[in-house]
Nanobody
Framework: QVQLVESGGGLVQAGGSLRLSCAAS????????IGWFRQAPGKEREFVAA????????YYAASVKGRFTISRDNAKNTVYLQMNSLKPEDTAAYHC????????????????WGQGTQVTVSS
């Protein structure tokens, strides 16, 4: 069992930066892939980024590649999403999720989800 809590969201101007955190509980956190997804009002959930348990592999959506960086600190049971050069279209609720033995963009493969943190980018 893994419980996830996101933080770090807020209001930022276009071109600015935010760092989201996903804090996890559970002794097996280090064995899970962690992904970030986002959902804007009236839109479908969208994959953002994912990182394997060992940090050996990362995976990004094309829309954020080069602007966002995912990282993790297993000693702190925390995954980070550094978001730079933010655009108004990045506005959404951001959720982290945990998956066993999977890395990718299919939300159905993720077993545990956090409640989300809101990111709003003004133009």
């Amino acid at each position: 069992q893994v419980q996830l809590v996101e933080s770090g969201g807020g209001l930022v101007q276009a071109g600015g930066s935010l760092r989201l955190s996903c804090a996890a509980s559970g002794r097996t956190f280090g064995t899970y892939t962690i992904g970030w997804f986002r959902q804007a009002p009236g839109k479908e959930r969208e994959f953002v980024a994912a990182i394997t348990w060992s940090s050996s592999s990362t995976y990004y959506a094309a829309s954020v590649k080069g602007r966002f960086t995912i990282s993790r600190d297993n000693a702190k049971n925390t995954v980070y999403l550094q978001m730079n050069s933010l655009k108004p279209e990045d506005t959404a609720a951001y959720h982290c999720a945990a998956a066993r033995r999977y890395i990718g963009d299919r939300s159905t493969e993720y077993d545990y989800w956090g409640q989300g943190t809101q990111v709003t980018v003004s133009s």
